[in-house]
């Protein structure tokens, strides 16, 4: 099991920068890929970005060049970068933890709100 623990969310202008941790505890030798997804009301759930135990990012094409994910091995915890945020980037933003082997489980985090005003 993975625990994951979400932080720094929160209200800003646009073009603003917000920073959200995700610390994971638990079995986190098991832990592959961490990432961020978001969900929009009436939307699904998507991806923002991630990046492997390698550190080996990708990201959706709405951010890139605004948003960065890294990854602290040693803390256990990913964080993410929002630069020039944009009304449509308002969201709850989840942390994501693919572990296991041979089967693979995916752990979320509770979400936390990110609000962009225009």
């Known amino acids: 099991q993975v625990q994951l623990v979400e932080s720094g969310g929160g209200l800003v202008q646009a073009g603003g920068s917000l920073r959200l941790s995700c610390g994971a505890s638990g079995n986190i030798r098991s832990i592959n890929a961490m990432g961020w997804y978001r969900q929009a009301p009436g939307k699904l759930r998507e991806l923002v970005a991630d990046i492997t135990s390698g550190g080996m990012s990708n990201y959706a094409d709405s951010v890139k060049g605004r948003f960065t994910i890294s990854r602290d091995n040693l803390k256990n915890t990913v964080y993410l970068q929002m630069n020039s945020l944009k009304p449509e980037d308002t969201a709850v933003y989840y942390c994501?933890?693919?572990?296991?082997?041979?089967?693979?489980?995916?752990?979320w985090g509770q979400g936390t709100q990110v609000t962009v005003s225009s």
């Open positions: 994501n933890a693919e572990a296991g082997a041979i089967i693979t489980y995916n752990y």
